[in-house]
């Protein structure tokens, strides 16, 4: 018997991504136009400014930009977030992170599924950030048992692709032909469907308890709610969308503008209203709208560090308090003057994050290290050998996401109006369980690509190490 090679995850994964992108396009064409307006902003920014462009070079980011993006959705059950799980294991996809949104008045939790070693992410950095349901957080008993009801009798998958989950599993590969097949069922589970699974009076009800809850729970599956491309320049995209017809939400969420990006700065388009059929008891069919799907876009920058995460959220915090209200369209320009005053006290010089440690970086050896003879270099330190020109250093991206952000991008597509936040306390250990594993330390694979690149140094100074 002759044995097919598997096609490797990186692949399926940028093809599957492609796949999704395009389904979107066609579903959401404000989508396409808001892709058009982010590639036409990267482009310029590229040509003025020849140091990002250096930077993009060096770390090799220029040949993922046009391809990156990340997506969301939202389950219902325990058991389709633990075959997610399964389905995102094909495309090298493993649960990174846990966010809950609940204090912010969000009924979920979430992880985001990731590729996890730089070389992957450089291949194809595809994210999906899939929350799950707490149907615990709804109030009334009857309610919360319907919802479950419901839940309980859809099928989010088609059973082909359980099929090729399992000779996933049992191969440990998928065939091009498998591979193919793959990429043409999942879609299948992220699909809108424009006819809702319930009567538009149970619509009605689940849509006043919290609107995600309609949202997740009256519709056939799981349908992406957004794609979300890299912008280079987020200021100027969100300034640029009204002439486009794109109403941007009121405040880009995140840290404010710096000379050195940190994290993630997301902002987003409001979700449209869409039509959508309810089928009544008796059989027939009523016309309504819904409204959950968006475009958004996000410019990212270095991943902290623990010190330098809690200083973020400390002076995010600060900023909040401050303003007192959420930010809004009325106070959006208030909100962007406090918060560049807040983060003040965040330096903005790579040298100065690096020594104080608040980002992760990438370590390079440069042309010197390869000339020189490499015995001089033998008992120098890393600051010394940078200092010396040995090594140069470029900020890690960040791959993750942040629940403040996060739950900001949600509260602008379901309505401001609501719960401000919920009570029910935070349950890492049962997202885990639901999961069926646990998530991945975010920080730890920081740590992970930030001292692989130090062995690369070493190696190539033909040391035995090299450490911070
Ligand atoms: C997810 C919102 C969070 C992000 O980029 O922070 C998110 C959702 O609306 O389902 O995608
Ligand atoms: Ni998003």
Redesign the pocket.
Known sequence: MTHQPFVHPDEIRARFSRAMSDMYQVEVPLYGALLQLVAEINGKTLEQSPELTRHLHQTGEIERLSMER?????VGTAAELATLRRLFAIMGMIPVGYYDLAPAGVP?H?TAFRAVHEASLQACPFRI?T?LLRLDLIEQPELRQQAADILAKRNIFTPRLIELIVQHETAGGLTHHEADDFITQSLETFRWHNQATVSAEIYQQLHDQHRLIADVVAFKGPHI??L?PRTLNIDAVQAAMPKYNITPKAVI?GPPPRHCPIL?R?TSFKALEEKVAFVSSGGHIVQGNHTAR?G?I?QRGAALTAKGRHLYDRLLQAAQDQLRVPANEQNAEQYMAILHEQFSQFPDDYPIMRAERLAYFRYFPTEKSLKEPAISVQNLTLDQLIEAGFIQFEPLVYED??PV???G??QS?LGDKGQSHFAGHSSKQDFQRDLGSDVIDELQLYEETQQRSLTACAAALKRASLSL
């Open positions: 990340h997506g969301a959705i939202r979920v979430s950030f929350s709610n957004h979300t969420e993630l997301q968006f958004e996000e996401f942040l952000s996060a739950a991008i949600f597509n």
